[in-house]
């Protein structure tokens, strides 16, 4: 692959030891960490904003901006959000488990920007390898003076905590990771008033950036903007991690540029569907997203814009790509039954909405659909998201609800025929 | 009821890793899961004694998640994943294999509690789809003979401790990524291992 290489350049050359403090030092690391200290909240700031780094958790938010609207209040705090739990999504785990330092310097840079002395990472309670990966990489950092009191022999003091979840999506959901850091149920906040910059953890301001957004922050301050923002394409700066899984023949995580196609990334770059069979359709950004099919985006470019003029998102960069062997109304009721587990209960249109949705599919997909589901399914789906457009309103507290709507207005839009197939005939049309 | 002197020291240095104690409540209940097995009432008013909750506090923050199980469970708790791209590559097979070898119904623990089995939400190992954890020990890629294979292991052997390499080693598939290097440290029950929850063996001292 021809595509450079800089989140993961560490993990392929040095395999065995990428998440060694004596392989990320001898590899360049912790330079900028210690230059960070010397620099001003606001050089930092700017420079980050000026790198075009979007957030990679899925909202793809400005990084810089973001920081920007810190409240003057102290003291501040730091969350790393390592709850990755959209289906299709694995690469922070290989972040964590592979590179653990480049998060943690990522993490001292975004600290000095914000004037963070306590900074915590969130890592789900399913992944207890790359959890001890990172403490292991902290206690390292420690020892060596670099987390601590006066890190890097100066007047700074900085203490990372990890804090493992306990098996709840909606916790990567900033202000619902907060109430979960907080010792309560993990229900998401209102916003206004409760935006995290403002009144985060313990109501003071608090900075929630995903794993892949704080390990982009040491090659900005190594390359600089200009040669960062040169990584992508156009306004998409840096590379991407794209999670690709499915009906493909090589599934894995992809460090790529933006601007690529579709068809490049599922047939050259991930080899092409599994026994040659023919493509039936993927998800472009995890499950929350909007489904993409053959005929009309295959020569799409992935680039944040064209992605969300087409209806749908890179998200998280999940790409879950589905065969023609594929039942479109069972993948839908697959993913729509994880948002109704997920749901958090708070509102009610997703807290109903969403177990109706799953159990109006099952129901399809069983055998026992109605005539009237498939106009059941969207009228349902227009009380969790009025008007059903893209990008989605929603009646609820967070986006949870309006992501479960996503399969059902693509099965809606592209497998409408086979959706009536199995209400005509009593079962599912693919055996 | 009290917490041994030992585990009372381990609750407080969690306490001390927060600004709040209210905040160390996710990693008590882990603790208290690590002493009973599982959340019992008396552990988690000791975690509300600990922490400045109350009680009911306490067991609304245990019922939200679900990896904190308030019902006993077996020695081995195997999750297997039914997400979708674990459906798409047979997830929903291996769930079955595991149903039938270890003869336990999803959702449920045996009479001799030495399995529990669940299917779970996506686990974050899609690339490596079916994904299956044995006390949140992940092992990627396995087909529903090789999840049979690790159920007889398990109830074979009995191994005192499981780890996700050795398993990945005997029973896995294709991985999501490559892991490159093999850790010892392993999981002493049907809770995450990780250091500082006192929830992993550390090897012989």
New interface residues.
Partial sequence: MSHPQVLTARMTEHPTDSHTLERYETTGGYRHARRAIDMTRDEIVDLVKASGLLGRGGAAFSAGLKWSFLAPSRPSYLVVNGDESEPGTFKDRQLLERDPHQMIEGIIITSVANEVHEAFVYIRGEYPKPARRVQQAIDEAYAAGYLGQGIFGRDYDLDVTVHLGGGAYICGEETALINSLEGKRGEPRLKPPYFPAAKGLYMMPTIVNNVETVSNLPHILEMGTDDYRALGHADDSGTFLFSVSGHVKEPGNYELPHGITWRELIFDIAGGIRDDRALKAWIPGGASAPWFVPEHHLDLEITKDATGNAGSMLGSGAVVVMDETTCAVKAAERIVRFFSHESCGQCTPCREGTTWLEMILRRIEDGSGRRIDAELLLDVSDNISPGLTWPPKQTTICPLGPSAVSPITSVSRYFKDELLQHIEQAGCPLG | MTWPAEVQQRAKELIG????P??????L??LAMRQDGYLTETGMQEVAGW?G?TPAQVQ??AT?????KTEPLGTYLV?VC????C???GGDDVLEAVEDETGVPDGETDADRLFSVEH??????????PAV?VN???VEGPSPDQARALCRWLRDQRPALVN?DDMQERFGG?R??????A?E?S?LGPF??????GT?WEGDK
Wanted: with cysteine.
């Fill in positions: 890793r927060y600004p709040d209210k905040s160390a409540v996710m990693p209940l882990y922490t909750h609304s923050v939200f998640y679900g990896m904190f999750s039914t997400s979708i791209s459906m798409l590559l779970v939400e996506c686990l974050g190992a899609c690339g490596g789809a954890q949140y020990e992940l996700t294709r999501s990524f490559d892991w490159a290097i850790e440290r999981a995450p291992a990780f250091g500082p929850y992993v």
